[in-house]
């Protein structure tokens, strides 16, 4: 019953590159947020987007939201290694996450 | 106070125990949630309380009971568990449902 999807499953990539990752979901929201996830540990909030908006930032974070293709993208820029986690999408109202990916920040 | 705390950090139990995990925040936060994650794996939505009513209940099995004494509390009991339900389990609170949420660090369970 997962509602997101995200792409790409991995990323590898140097500090100081940006990181792009996609989400797409299913059926209409109210919002969408990103979290991060260290390994093993509790999730963090990044980010909200509401439906009725089309781009956000947050300090190093920029999301946007296409409501009509149903998809979303987080991009990190300037990355560094404390960046290394798993990212996910959720959506409201369902509550279900997207499948994640998996961010790889080389020193 | 912007913290969820969850206990016990880590616990295992056998299949014929009866164990609880507990969960609290002092955020003034009216919406809870229960989350189980699988390694390599999104969180799953458990049960969602919203001003201390189970407002969603994602088909859980009864040997999940939850429990939300107050605002604050949030329990979950467990009885009769299955090896597959080793996981981790993740609590969160939210100022109100929909609204970004807090998650703890959560409790590792070990079901054997």
């Known amino acids: 019953s997962q509602q997101g999807e995200e792409d790409p499953q991995a990323l590898s990539i140097q500090e100081g590159e940006n990181a792009t990752m996609n989400c797409s979901y299913k059926t209409s929201i109210n919002n969408l947020q990103w979290y991060r996830q260290n390994s093993g540990r509790g999730l963090v909030h990044l980010i909200l987007i509401r439906s009725n908006e089309r781009e956000k930032h947050s300090g190093r974070l920029r999301v946007t939201l296409d409501t009509s293709k149903k998809s979303s993208s987080l991009l990190i820029t300037a990355s560094r290694a404390a960046d290394t986690a798993s990212y996910f999408c959720a959506t409201d109202p369902q509550f279900y996450f997207g499948t994640g990916t998996s961010l790889t920040v080389i020193p | 106070d912007t913290e969820v705390t969850q206990t016990p950090k880590h616990l295992v139990m056998g299949m014929t125990n009866k164990k609880s995990l507990k969960c609290e925040q002092h955020m003034g936060h009216r919406a809870m949630y229960w989350y189980k994650q699988k390694a390599k794996k999104p969180p799953e939505l458990m049960f969602v309380y919203s001003y201390e009513k189970l407002s969603i209940n994602e088909s859980v099995p009864s040997r999940f009971s939850p429990e939300c004494p107050n605002s604050s509390l949030l329990n979950l009991h467990l009885h009769a568990l299955q090896p597959e339900d080793s996981a981790l389990y993740l609590c969160?609170?939210?100022?109100?449902?929909?609204?970004?949420?807090?998650f703890g660090p959560g409790t590792r369970l070990t079901v054997t």
């Open positions: 969160a609170s939210s100022q109100v449902s929909g609204y970004e949420q807090y």
